[in-house]
Antibody, heavy 131, light 107 residues
Framework: QVQLQQWGAGLLKPSETLSLTCAVY????????WTWIRQSPGKGLEWIGE???????NYNPSLKSRVSISVDTSKNQLSLKLSSVTAADTAVYYC?????????????????????????WGQGTLVTVSS | DIQMTQSPPSLSASVGDRVTITCRAS??????LNWYQQKPGKAPKLLIS???SLQSGVPSRFSGSGSGTDFSLTVSSLQREDFATYYC?????????FGQGTKLGIK
C-alpha cells in the first residue's frame, strides 16, 4: 500500500519561496515519475513538474523559471521549491505518483518515458500567499 | 499546450440514473486520457486510465471510452457515493493538462 505524506509552510508573503516535501511509503521509488500538481479555484488542476529517482526533471514551461523539484532517494522523498511567489500561487499543492504506460514490444514489456497517469496522491497542502 | 474541455460543467442526477460526462481535447491525443474523481477536501482519485482501463477497486458501473479528441465517462447506475467532481486529464504531451471539471450533484 503506497502512501504519500506531504508537509511544508502554509502561509507565505509575496516574493518568498514556497517549499514542500513529500515522503513516499511503500512500493518502489525507482519505477515512477514523482510529480507535483496544484489546484486553485481560478486555474483548476495544474501540473507543475516531475522528477525520476535519477533526478531527471520535467517542468511546466509556465512555471519553469521559478520551480525546482529535487529528490532524496535515501529517504524516498521529493521536494518542491517555487520562488518569488505571488497571490496567484495560492493553491492546494499535491504530490503524486506518475505511472508509466507499459507496452508490449514483441516479447518485452517496455515502460514509457513519461507518466501516463497519477495513481497515488498526497493529502494536499494549502499554501496561501498574502501580505 | 493541449486544452481539455469538459461538458457539462455541472450536472444534477438521481441515485440509479445513468450519466455521461464528455471531454474534448484540442488535438489528437490517441487514448492518452485519464479520468479522476474528487470529493471535497480530498485529493483526486484515479478511476480510468488510457481512456477505458478501469483501475483496480473501481466499481464496474464506471466506464470510459473514446480516442482521438472525444472521450466520455459513463456511470451506469449512480450511487450516493458517486456524487463528486470529475476531471479528465491528457498524458499525451507535457505539460499534462486537466479539464475544468464536472460537478455531479444530487437532484
Amino acid at each position: 500500500q503506497v502512501q504519500l505524506q506531504q508537509w511544508g509552510a502554509g502561509l507565505l508573503k509575496p516574493s518568498e519561496t514556497l517549499s514542500l516535501t513529500c515522503a513516499v511509503y511503500g512500493g518502489s521509488f525507482s519505477d515512477y515519475y514523482w510529480t507535483w500538481i496544484r489546484q486553485s479555484p481560478g486555474k483548476g488542476l495544474e501540473w507543475i513538474g516531475e522528477i525520476t529517482h535519477r533526478g531527471s526533471t520535467n517542468y511546466n514551461p509556465s512555471l519553469k523559471s521559478r520551480v525546482s523539484i529535487s529528490v532524496d532517494t535515501s529517504k524516498n522523498q521529493l521536494s518542491l521549491k517555487l520562488s518569488s511567489v505571488t497571490a496567484a500561487d495560492t493553491a492546494v499543492y499535491y504530490c503524486a505518483r506518475g505511472v508509466p504506460r507499459i507496452t508490449l514490444m514483441v516479447v518485452v514489456m517496455v515502460p514509457s518515458s513519461t507518466p501516463d497517469s497519477f495513481d497515488n496522491w498526497g493529502q494536499g497542502t494549502l499554501v496561501t500567499v498574502s501580505s | 499546450d493541449i486544452q481539455m474541455t469538459q461538458s457539462p460543467p455541472s450536472l444534477s442526477a438521481s441515485v440509479g440514473d445513468r450519466v455521461t460526462i464528455t471531454c474534448r481535447a484540442s488535438q489528437n491525443i490517441k487514448n492518452y486520457l485519464n479520468w479522476y474523481q474528487q470529493k471535497p477536501g480530498k485529493a483526486p482519485k484515479l478511476l480510468i486510465s488510457a481512456s477505458s482501463s478501469l483501475q483496480s477497486g473501481v466499481p464496474s458501473r464506471f466506464s470510459g471510452s473514446g480516442s482521438g479528441t472525444d472521450f466520455s465517462l459513463t456511470v451506469s447506475s449512480l450511487q450516493r457515493e458517486d456524487f463528486a467532481t470529475y476531471y479528465c486529464q491528457q498524458s499525451y504531451n507535457s505539460p499534462y493538462t486537466f479539464g475544468q471539471g464536472t460537478k455531479l450533484g444530487i437532484k
